[in-house]
């Protein structure tokens, strides 16, 4: 009989804030919620109560929320979230002002700095100051060429309490790639560090950012920031200052939050740019904040004084997740650095000291891990350690397995899905519920999500396409640049009119959870069958030869053909024997569809600045087509390797 691999201790169920949430929601609407579909059923079939009731229940502050909670409630796009609330996202995050961690900094080296809540409502203060003082104002941008420093969330908040809007890159992105996303939002400000440690490398910063200010007209002021040097040189920056040039006219005082709209602008993000120049995604501060109080506090149950851990750079969405877990009153952990820096347990030194409650992490780290043969359980404490979220790509059973076997027995695996377009989650964790292999557990309350097939029929146990066929408050405000908003609706909404296309290929379960099987732009054709990549990649990598995969068609005489290029383990080889196993795993796991034509070694594969493998690009090398926006990948040059392979002109 098939058993779940974890579900949750009746105390803890008793104590987790969605439990707490339902009876509120039961007194506050005088109905009974007996099941967590029914609490689903409610939130998306009453969005204006469901979503009232939780940002009574979260506390969220606001000088005003207006008489109406949701006007147009069937546009999609064109439903608006409270419309005459007038609040401040900064000042929910700001509510505590004593001397206990509100952020903890470690690098790569060991290096730790901690601010505690009083601190860094001081350093908000302070840089708010600065930056009004420079002519920032409602609307302007203040751009952030930053590493994972407490800095940056300084930034975004002092920023916020302005009015004006965050925008951030890491600085790993080269001068092309970030005068691709900045060059579009005409900054005021530029906030930059002098460098960054990787991988025991110490990079410096200031070279790119001359060019980038040389290209970047609207800037008035650049504010330089020492991350490797106690007073970096700022000789040849247009307009720089160091940070503590730019504080020293101001005394920490109270914070003026501006107290604006509801779908008032609080970031840009950006995709990620491989096909073309990365667009500008505008997210308003209310419905950013709703949408994340909800996940941490519903869906991760984070508590006051918990401590959250995600690994993540400025320019990957979950570091604006992992910012807004401030507004829970817990600890955000920063780290900047390689994750396997000096060793693959580096991290869980990290989240034993720090005893992190909740990390974060990606199924390539995980299943990094589980290649190396490492047991964090064996050697490390991780007795505070309740949650671990991963994100960024589907992860595979097998992970699931070794997360339960090497990690942590008890412990609410999260497997977590949505994106920058949504700066939040379509599918997620329920800290109340069993755990079920390889399966991400629950859609998210108040997202009204289903599996379509081709014609735009609803379907259940099938592959299909991710949609969303009601509002929810966390879409975009719109793209920048895009006056007449038809970028933005062509983007999400030209495929199914009025319904929100993801681009996921997806599957429910019979547990009420889903699996998502990859990109459906990345989704294999062979025959006429659609095929998840993710399905095939998923098998080859659970063989210890096999470090990571990528798995693309081939377009041949009118079909396609599935081909999987694979990066081999140290002194692993491609033999006929190894090609013979994996086929045979794939044909037995999936369909004999799914067996690749050709599977073929490469030293590295292509993948995006936040770790993503791009098989849009592997697919345009193969054909002999150029690559869309090599400016979006971390490493280019990997492309040569898949370009003019003799073994797949036959």
């Not at 940056?152 to 001068?175: E, K, M, Y």
């Not at 970031?267 to 209310?286: A, E, F």
């Not at 995600?310 to 992992?322: E, K, Q, S, V």
């Amino acid at each position: 009989m098939e058993r779940p691999l974890w579900s949750p201790s009746a105390e803890r169920i008793a104590t987790a804030h969605l439990t707490a949430f339902v009876e509120q929601v039961e007194d506050d609407w005088n109905i009974d919620l007996a099941t967590h579909g029914d609490l689903h059923a409610f939130s998306i079939d009453r969005p204006e109560w469901f979503w009232t009731s939780l940002r009574e229940f979260a506390n969220v502050a606001a000088e005003t929320w207006g008489e109406t909670d949701l006007e147009s409630p069937g546009a999609m796009p064109g439903a608006r979230w409270f419309p005459g609330a007038r609040l401040s996202y900064a000042e929910n995050l700001l509510t505590r002002r004593d001397a206990g961690d509100a952020i903890v900094f470690r690098n790569e080296d060991g290096a730790t700095r901690r601010l505690s809540w009083g601190q860094l409502h001081d350093l908000v203060s302070r840089l708010a100051q600065a930056l009004g003082d420079a002519g920032v104002g409602p609307g302007d941008r203040v751009a952030g060429y930053l590493p994972n420093l407490p800095e940056a969330v300084a930034g975004l908040l002092a920023a916020n309490s302005l009015g004006a809007v965050w925008s951030s890159c890491s600085p790993d992105f080269g001068v092309q790639g970030t005068l691709d996303r900045f060059g579009q939002i005409d900054p005021k400000v530029l906030i930059c560090a002098d460098g960054y440690t990787y991988n025991g490398r110490k990079l410096d910063c200031l070279e790119k950012v001359a060019r980038i200010l040389g290209r970047l007209p609207t800037v008035t002021r650049c504010v330089v920031v020492p991350n490797m040097r106690v007073a970096p040189p700022l000789d040849g920056l247009r307009d720089a200052v160091s940070l503590d040039a730019f504080l020293a006219p101001f005394a920490a005082t109270g914070i003026a939050f501006a107290r604006l709209p509801f779908d008032h602008p609080l970031y840009i993000l950006y995709s990620s740019g491989t096909t073309g120049v990365p667009k500008c995604i505008v997210h308003g501060q209310g419905g950013t904040l709703l949408q994340h109080r909800k996940e941490h506090l519903l869906h991760c149950d984070i508590k006051p004084d918990d401590r959250v851990f995600y690994f993540t750079t400025t320019g990957w969405m979950m570091w604006n997740w992992l910012v807004s877990a401030l507004a829970s009153q817990a600890t955000i952990l920063l780290y900047d650095g390689s994750p396997s820096h000096p060793d693959g347990l580096a991290l869980f030194d990290v989240a034993a000291r720090e005893r992190i409650t909740l990390f974060g992490t990606s199924p390539r780290f995980i299943e990094s891990l589980r290649k190396q043969g490492l047991r964090p359980a064996d050697t490390r404490d991780l007795s505070d350690l309740r949650c671990l979220c991963s994100t960024g790509s589907p992860l595979a059973a097998e992970s699931f397995d070794y997360v339960y076997d090497a990690i942590k027995a008890d412990l609410h695996l999260a497997s977590i899905s949505g994106g920058t377009d949504i700066v939040s989650c379509f599918v997620l964790g329920d800290p109340t519920a069993p755990v079920w292999r390889g399966e991400i557990q629950t859609a998210g309350l108040g997202m009204a999500v289903e599996v379509w097939d081709d014609a735009g029929r609803r379907i259940e146990g099938q592959r299909g396409e991710l949609v969303c066929v009601k509002p929810f408050p966390s879409m975009p405000v719109g793209f920048w640049n895009d006056p007449d908003g038809s970028r933005y609706r062509r983007t999400y909404f030209e495929r199914f009119p009025g319904v929100w296309h993801h681009g996921d290929f997806a599957q429910t379960t019979e547990h009420g959870g889903l699996i998502i099987h990859g990109r459906s732009d990345s989704t294999l054709n062979p025959g006429g069958v659609r095929i998840g990549a993710a399905e095939i990649t998923r098998q080859a990598e659970t063989f210890p030869e096999i470090l990571e995969s990528v798995a693309v068609g081939q377009d041949r005489a009118g079909d396609a053909r599935v081909v999987l290029f694979v990066r081999l383990a140290e002194g692993a080889a491609l033999d006929d024997d190894l090609v013979a196993r994996v086929k045979d795993r794939i044909r037995a796991a999936c369909t004999p569809r799914h067996v690749p034509a050709r599977i073929l070694a490469v030293p590295d594969i292509p993948r995006t600045r936040s770790g993503k493998i791009t098989e849009l690009a592997v697919r345009d090398a193969i054909h002999g087509r150029p690559a869309g926006n090599v400016e979006a990948l971390a490493n280019p040059e990997a492309l040569d390797h898949f370009r003019d392979r003799p073994e797949l002109t036959n």
